[in-house]
């Protein structure tokens, strides 16, 4: 069972006004929380509890993991297949099913799949096994990509040859971009995604208030921040505004941190990139620049072609990222895909709107509710 927060002074005041201003506005809202830690968040402290009946929140393509396509696990495993390749990646990919396999099944199998907690991990196991060839698997957003952008430039200044890097890097301004063109998607504002907007400022989402006049709040991860963040879209929708404001201010500046996005676009490039659910975006994912080639692991495995991705079509992970449906009406929720035997990436990483839901909401109200449509 959920336990709600108990309201600090402050927080109490806040939340006063923000059931006084849901009545008055007088009609249900819907606000999308883009990242995967406030949805756990959310669900963890119990907010969900403590807003008004009139307030919805909707969960978006913020997870990382979740996004990452089937066919980039496909080709993954492949590459788990070859002889002496050692798989290095984030724990939380190492369930994520594929067409026809998982990394962890192929690890089980006799593959040499190893876990890091850092991109350079993969580098400190090459240097000290140079008869081996390693792949790092390199997927996240803006928050991860400097630190993967740093491993590159390591891996080429120590000619680090036995080394590369599959990417699967994504960035989330074009994919908001996408995911709104859907008409069966009304949305009143958007609780933007934190760690992203320490990198890439406040900026990067202004199209959102100018272009679909939806009020943005780029929030923390505290109970509190959220409550902050949730109320400062309220009082946009009461007043008729649509403007890009941080309540995250400890963290996040305007203009973002300018040296790490120098760091990364001095390794990588913008490119086209497949999402899970939305399919392929242009100049939404980054790769390798040709001068880093020969770190590139699509360039040096083509061997690893595979077949086209064939996804389980009970799952709906894909409209579940999309926010078109709550994970409750997936048939296979909390039956035929849990934690222990998951079907989609959603119910795998711990960012993952259905594991949230799993663990913290599935008796909670409106779990198997459906959002409303155009």
């Given at each position: 069972m959920t336990v709600s927060p108990a309201p600090s002074p402050g927080l109490k005041a806040q939340l006063l006004e923000m059931h006084q201003l849901a009545r008055q506005f007088g009609r249900p809202v819907k606000y999308m929380e883009v990242c995967g830690t406030h949805t756990m968040a959310a669900f963890r402290s119990g907010l969900r509890t403590l807003l008004p009946e009139s307030i919805s929140l909707l969960s978006g393509p913020g997870c990382p993991v979740c996004v990452t396509p089937a066919d980039f696990?496909?080709?993954?495993?492949?590459?788990?297949?070859?002889?002496?390749?050692?798989?290095?990646?984030?724990?939380?990919?190492?369930?994520?099913?594929?067409?026809?396999?998982?990394?962890?099944?192929?690890?089980?199998?006799?593959?040499?799949?190893?876990?890091?907690?850092?991109?350079?991990?993969?580098?400190?196991?090459?240097?000290?096994?140079?008869?081996?060839?390693?792949?790092?698997?390199?997927?996240?957003?803006?928050?991860?990509i400097p630190a993967i952008a740093v491993s590159v430039l390591q891996a080429a200044e120590r000619r680090l040859d036995n080394v590369s890097f599959l990417c699967a890097l994504k960035l989330m301004p074009p994919a908001l971009a996408a995911l709104l063109r859907s008409p069966a998607l009304k949305l009143d504002g958007l609780l933007c995604p934190g760690h992203v907007s320490v990198m890439i400022g406040p900026e990067p989402y202004a199209f959102l208030a100018k272009s679909h006049h939806l009020p943005c709040v780029v929030a923390g991860f505290e109970p509190g921040d959220m409550v902050a963040g949730v109320l400062m879209l309220l009082r946009q929708s009461c007043g008729h505004r649509a403007e890009v404001e941080i309540q995250y201010h400890r963290s996040v500046k305007p203009g973002g941190l300018l040296r790490a996005r120098q760091l990364w676009e001095s390794v990588f490039e913008p490119s086209p990139s497949r999402w899970r659910g939305l399919g392929w975006i242009p100049e939404s994912g980054l790769k390798l620049r040709p001068e880093f080639s020969a770190w590139d692991a699509d360039r040096l495995y083509p061997e690893t072609q595979v077949p086209a991705a064939v996804e389980n079509p009970a799952c709906r992970c894909g409209e579940v990222l999309q926010a078109l449906v709550l994970p409750g009406q997936c048939p296979l929720f909390a039956s035929g895909c849990t934690p222990e035997e998951p079907q989609g990436p959603c119910m795998v990483s711990s960012e993952g709107t259905c594991a949230a839901y799993y663990r913290y909401g599935r008796m909670a109200s409106g779990a198997s509710a459906a959002p409303e449509r155009a």
């Open positions: 696990i496909d080709q993954a495993v492949a590459l788990a297949r070859l002889q002496d390749v050692v798989i290095v990646t984030f724990g939380d990919l190492l369930r994520v099913p594929g067409s026809r396999s998982s990394l962890e099944r192929e690890r089980a199998g006799g593959a040499e799949v190893r876990v890091a907690y850092s991109p350079l991990d993969a580098l400190a196991w090459a240097a000290q096994e140079p008869q081996r060839r390693f792949v790092f698997l390199a997927i996240g957003f803006e928050t991860t």
